[in-house]
């Protein structure tokens, strides 16, 4: 249907798990002898549209665009002319990550390129896959435009039977196999979620398990919450690591991020259990040969979203009052970023995980000042009662310092674990950090704001340009 009417746009839209990157992957298959160049490309970590735009255009061109503008709109230009003498199929994964009530900052380009690509002539297509549909499409799609969107309804009673016997539930019979998909819309991760609890928790029983009603099963969100909440606290360090590192990662660098000691049995163990849960995903690293893991984009958004709320939490029922660390564990045991990552996935963290826990604090500590002033208490705290407690407390305060703008001058981060923590563009004129352990943190090894600093192996201070160890 999309090549008979010549569609310039397609969004393929529902709900997460619901199957829309599967169908554009397998729709790619069907008309890859129809186009010139197939290019799959995913956003789920919300890359600038100037990322994406190069990528493109160094593709369809075979890098021969050596001096590319740096202005998105003349970045779409280019890329237009290639897709008027190029016939391309663009599949882009994932877009209802640079929407949020709009465009994510940064991102704001998207909306010109997905206009464009349905108002100007070209004889390319791109396909879409998203949970919300983009203000473009919806402004533009009709029966006889280039514009089209399509709503997945989910998977039939043929699939549905198929997903619970690959869980060992052999005999479903018709009717309860239609109540599934009618309560579940025919989602596939819901399904598979819905299959575990079912083997796990009612012996293979579906029509005990549909007696339960639907209140606690209502709704996907409903489902990972109650398949979540059954899981180890290994697998739960697993899963929020996951969601933190947003990207593929090998067993040996969860057990790195893990703060706890972990014995490998256990981990691996962890590891295999949320295989089977269909809560995590296993890929395989052709360079070093290795297998690796991440989540779902319907998963990984519900547990970053659980990160984020737990620390929120902490955070705001801080009071000056005695605590114990545990009143303090997710700010303690998660780094909000990680410092040693690749760019564009802390940029990422920064937007998803970072700024979206800034703008809950704005909602209750209302100024900046307030924020800073109640995140110094718990420094202060940290520093009296618990010195040099293994654990991302410090650095994850100070990259919260950081996005805030926060002027560093006199402040004191001496006696602190400060892991993970992004310095780079930091100015340290005047900042206290005696005896503190850097590890895993990055920051500029000479800088005009002060003379020198030793650090050894293992993060910590040996000596700075002034022997009371502020840097100056």
């Not at 969004?11 to 890859?32: C, D, E, P, Y």
């Not at 989602?187 to 579906?206: E, G, S, V």
């Not at 310092?401 to 402040?411: A, R, S």
């Not at 352990?437 to 000479?446: A, C, I, P, R």
Request: charge should be negative; include cysteine; charged fraction near 20%.
């Amino acid at each position: 249907m999309i090549l008979v009417d010549r569609c310039r746009l397609v969004a393929l839209l529902g709900f997460g798990g619901i199957g829309k990157t599967s169908l554009s992957i397998k729709l790619a298959h069907q008309l890859q002898n129809e186009f010139e160049y197939l290019i799959f490309l995913s956003l789920r970590n919300a890359p600038a549209i100037e990322e994406i735009l190069v990528k493109l255009i160094n593709f369809v061109s075979h890098n021969r665009e050596t001096k590319l503008p740096e202005n998105p709109n003349h970045l779409i230009s280019v890329l237009l002319d290639y897709l008027r003498s190029h016939r391309c199929l663009i599949l882009l994964d994932n877009t209802e990550t640079i929407l949020s009530r709009g465009y994510l900052p940064g991102c704001e380009g998207y909306g010109e390129l997905f206009k464009q690509m349905g108002e100007v002539y070209h004889q390319s297509c791109l396909i879409l896959t998203s949970r919300e549909k983009p203000q473009q499409i919806a402004s533009q799609e009709g029966d006889k435009f280039p514009v089209r969107s399509f709503q997945l309804s989910g998977i039939n009673q043929g699939d549905c039977k198929q997903i619970f016997q690959a869980k060992g539930i052999y005999n479903p019979s018709q009717d309860e196999l239609t109540e599934l998909i009618y309560r579940y819309s025919g989602n596939p991760l819901a399904l598979k979620i819905i299959a575990t609890t079912i083997k796990d928790l009612f012996a293979d029983n579906l029509t005990e398990f549909l007696t339960q009603g639907t209140s606690v099963f209502g709704d996907i969100r409903d489902l990972l919450s109650q398949q979540f909440q059954r899981l180890s606290s290994l697998e739960k360090e697993v899963m929020f690591w996951l969601a933190i590192n947003r990207e593929p990662v090998s067993i040996a660098e969860l057990k790195s991020d893990i703060i706890s000691p972990v014995y490998p049995a256990n981990l691996l163990e962890a590891i295999e259990s949320l295989l089977r849960r269909c809560l995590i995903e296993k890929s395989r690293d052709t360079t070093s040969q290795t297998s690796k893991f991440t989540q779902q984009p319907v998963v990984m958004e519900y547990v970053t979203d659980f990160l984020i709320e737990n620390i929120f939490t902490e955070i705001i029922n801080y009071n000056l009052e005695r605590l114990h660390l545990t009143s303090l564990q997710f700010l303690n045991n998660y780094a909000l970023i990680k410092a040693t990552t690749a760019d564009y996935i802390r940029d990422t963290q920064i937007r998803l995980i970072i700024q979206p826990l800034i703008f809950q604090l704005r909602q209750t500590f209302i100024t900046t000042k307030k924020i800073e002033n109640h995140l110094r208490n718990i420094i202060q705290y940290q520093q009296q009662e618990y010195p040099l407690q293994p654990g991302y407390l410090g650095g994850n305060i100070i990259n919260l310092f950081c996005q805030l703008k926060t002027d560093f001058t006199e402040y004191d981060f001496s006696n602190l674990a400060i892991w993970q923590a992004d310095l780079k563009s930091t100015n340290l004129h005047n900042v206290n950090f005696q005896n503190a352990d850097l590890s895993k943190s990055v920051f500029l090894e000479t800088s005009s704001n002060f003379t020198a600093i030793a650090i050894s192996p293992d993060g910590k201070i040996l000596a700075t340009g002034d022997d009371d160890g502020v840097i100056r």
